[in-house]
C-alpha cells in the first residue's frame, strides 16, 4: 500500500506513544497482514471483526461484540481506509 509521507510520519508519532506486544507487525509488513476490522463512527475505538478477538490485548468486549482500541489500528480504520 502506498502511504503519503504525511500519514507515515503520524503513524511514526502513534507507535512512539504506545507499546505493543506485536511490535507494530501490521504496518511493518505493509498492511498486508492486519487483523479484521471496521469503522463505526467512535473516536477512539472500531468494531474488532476478527474470530478470536480476546488473543489481542487490544480487544474490549461490549455486548455481544467486541471493539478495539489500538491507537495504530484505529488510526489505520479511519484514515487510511484499511
Excluded: H, W
Aim: include cysteine.
Amino acid at each position: 500500500m502506498n502511504i503519503s509521507q504525511e500519514c507515515k510520519k503520524k503513524i511514526e508519532k502513534i507507535m512512539a506513544e504506545f507499546k505493543c506486544p506485536k511490535d507494530f507487525k501490521c504496518y511493518k509488513a505493509g498492511l498486508e497482514n492486519i487483523c479484521k476490522a471496521k469503522d463505526r463512527g467512535l473516536i477512539k475505538y472500531i468494531d474488532c471483526l476478527e474470530a478470536d478477538p480476546m488473543d489481542c490485548i487490544f480487544a474490549v468486549a461490549f455486548g455481544t461484540g467486541y471493539f478495539c482500541r489500538c491507537p495504530l489500528r484505529v488510526y489505520i480504520v479511519k484514515e487510511l481506509k484499511k
